[in-house]
């Protein structure tokens, strides 16, 4: 039970680090991030808590 919950927590996790990668490239003044790469990793007392962290680079594009 404990491996579902975490998986559970990491897509809530996930969805957190994303948009807060995606707000702080639009207060950049970006309009695209790429090369997203979303790292999970189990801390505290018997891996009880999940940290994840969204990178990627936020970039400026336009339609040619």
């Given at each position: ?10 897509g ?26 979303i ?18 680079t ?7």
């Amino acid at each position: 039970h404990h491996q579902n919950g975490l998986a559970r927590l990491g897509g809530r996790g996930r969805e957190i680090a994303v948009n807060e990668m995606v707000t702080q490239a639009q207060s950049f003044g970006a309009n695209a991030v790429i090369g997203v790469d979303i790292d999970y990793e189990t801390m505290g007392n018997s891996g009880s808590m999940l940290m994840v962290a969204a990178s990627g680079t936020a970039v400026v594009y336009e339609d040619l």
